[in-house]
């Protein structure tokens, strides 16, 4: 029984064409999160939903953007996808502010 | 912001206990430590947190200092299976652009359990 469901798992697009990922919860819970992990990094966030208020890393670029449509839905756009952002994206959830959250199995974008 | 530091890497054999540090010599007196796991080409796991006492739960222990400067994660029996590399995690920076909510992951630890 997923609780954290990422769709779809692997992503390819073309370099500058828009894409957009999706992540969605069965916890009910309040906060959702996106992630972005490089070969070989650790996962480095991105921003995150507190209900509807949005909040923003001070250095995600501007390229990226989220809409949470309804509390069980978030999605991650792509304006303009370079090579640089190939990396596995990753979603995750929280009850609240501050607690445990729950990760997603992650969306492999590649950028060609 | 409270910054962890751990051992980049550790062996132990499957089915003796896995006991890996962190040194978190800044964390304040209401901050908690969380763990998480990532085993490779998955998401990240929690696993276990704790603020002064020490926690278990079906996972893992969490063994925290008097002092809250340092804590120890054991799996008491590994498995190859928790071959993952291991985060230890202080409180949220709230001076972040997103505030204090998400997680600042530092390298951690990658733990090799030898069959």
């Known amino acids: 029984d997923a609780m954290v469901i990422q769709n779809p798992r692997y992503q390819v697009t073309q370099f500058g064409k828009p894409v957009t990922l999706s992540c969605s919860q069965t916890?009910?819970?309040?906060?959702m999160y996106w992630y972005q992990q490089k070969s070989s990094q650790a996962p480095k966030l991105l921003f995150h939903?507190?209900?509807?208020?949005?909040?923003n890393e001070a250095d995600t670029p501007d390229n990226f953007q989220s809409r949470r449509p309804n509390t069980s839905f978030c999605f991650l756009d792509i304006r303009s996808p370079g090579l640089g952002d190939a990396a596995m994206y990753l979603c995750?959830?929280?009850?609240?502010?501050?607690?445990?959250?729950?990760f997603g199995p992650g969306t492999r974008l590649t950028v060609t | 912001d409270a910054k962890t530091t751990q051992p980049p890497s550790m062996d132990c054999a499957e089915g003796r206990a896995a006991n890996l540090p962190c040194n978190h010599s800044?964390?304040?007196?209401?901050?908690?430590v969380y763990w998480y796991r990532q085993i490779h080409s998955q998401g990240p796991q929690y696993i276990i947190h704790?603020?002064?006492n020490n926690e278990t739960n079906e996972m893992a222990s969490l063994i925290i200092t008097e002092d809250r400067k340092s804590s120890t994660l054991i799996l008491p029996h590994a498995t190859l299976r928790d071959t993952a590399v291991y985060y230890c995690?202080?409180?949220?920076?709230?001076?972040?652009?997103?505030?204090?909510?998400?997680?600042?992951f530092g390298k951690g630890t990658h733990l090799i359990i030898q069959p």
């Open positions: 995750a959830t929280s009850r609240d502010r501050g607690g445990e959250q729950y």
């Open positions: 916890l009910n819970h309040n906060v």
């Open positions: 939903y507190y209900d509807k208020d949005f909040n």
């Open positions: 800044t964390i304040s007196g209401n901050e908690y």
């Open positions: 704790g603020l002064k």
């Open positions: 995690i202080g409180p949220p920076d709230p001076y972040s652009g997103g505030g204090a909510d998400g997680l600042t």
